[in-house]
């Protein structure tokens, strides 16, 4: 786990699909943008599209791929890329964490789905495989996708955690709610996609502005 600190906590935003909503997002200030591939989600961008992307945004701002328990071909298409991140938003254990961070050679990023207490204590086994931890609220039972629902969890099982792990904050984050989230939590960074959208997978670019301009005024 690589250990940064920051004043202010960074943004990313997640499940760019456009030219115009990427270049909205740098002129707003994130500090990472955020592509899924993943077919379920309403947010999907194919490989083509977000090579393009990646292009665009390369040294403007970090990018990161979102993938689902992805295999080895996966891996290495999306690698082969050059994004800064890999973000592991499945059910991947510590050992394929490892296992993929070494394939592909960038940073990963790996989400841990919160629920409960005990779901805190899941995050200790991903700090020597991964190189940032992301912890988001744990889908509900049946749920199509393992993110990106909009929902939030009970942000204080997280003061079991250690106070100087740089994890990054998500679920169900809105322009609305970022400040208190990052007064309340003292994330290293926050994570958002649905709160920031007019309709599922179609990003809002006021939405987004005032997502990164309420998390830069929290503190
Ligand atoms: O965005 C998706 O569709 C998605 C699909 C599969 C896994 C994760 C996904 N999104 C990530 O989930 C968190 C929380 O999102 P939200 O703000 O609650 O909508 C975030 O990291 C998204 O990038």
Do not use: Y
Request: aromatic share 4%; glycine share 8%; with cysteine.
């Amino acid at each position: 786990m690589s250990i940064e600190m920051a004043d202010q906590p960074i943004v990313k935003i997640c499940g760019i699909k456009t030219s115009a909503i990427l270049e909205a997002t740098i002129a707003a200030g994130a500090d990472m943008v955020g592509f899924v591939h993943f077919p379920r989600s309403p947010r999907h961008a194919s490989i083509e599209d977000i090579a393009n992307l990646i292009s665009e945004a390369r040294g403007r701002v970090q990018t990161v791929v979102l993938l689902v328990n992805p295999d080895n071909s996966t891996v290495a298409e999306i690698a082969a890329l050059g994004p800064d991140w890999i973000q592991l938003h499945g059910p991947e254990t510590p050992h394929r964490v490892e296992a993929i961070r070494a394939e592909a050679g960038v940073e990963i990023m790996k989400a841990v789905p919160i629920g409960s207490a005990e779901d805190v204590t899941h995050v200790a086994s991903f700090l020597d495989v991964a190189d940032r931890i992301l912890v988001d609220a744990k889908p509900p039972k049946g749920a199509d996708r393992p993110g990106g629902l909009g929902e939030t969890f009970d942000w204080g099982l997280l003061k079991a955690l250690d106070p100087s792990l740089p994890f990054m904050l998500s679920g169900g984050l809105t322009p609305d709610n970022v400040a208190d989230a990052i007064r309340s939590v003292r994330p290293f960074g926050v994570d958002v996609s649905s709160g920031v959208e007019s309709a599922p997978g179609v990003k809002d670019a006021g939405l987004i502005e005032a997502f990164i301009r309420n998390a830069r005024a929290a503190l």
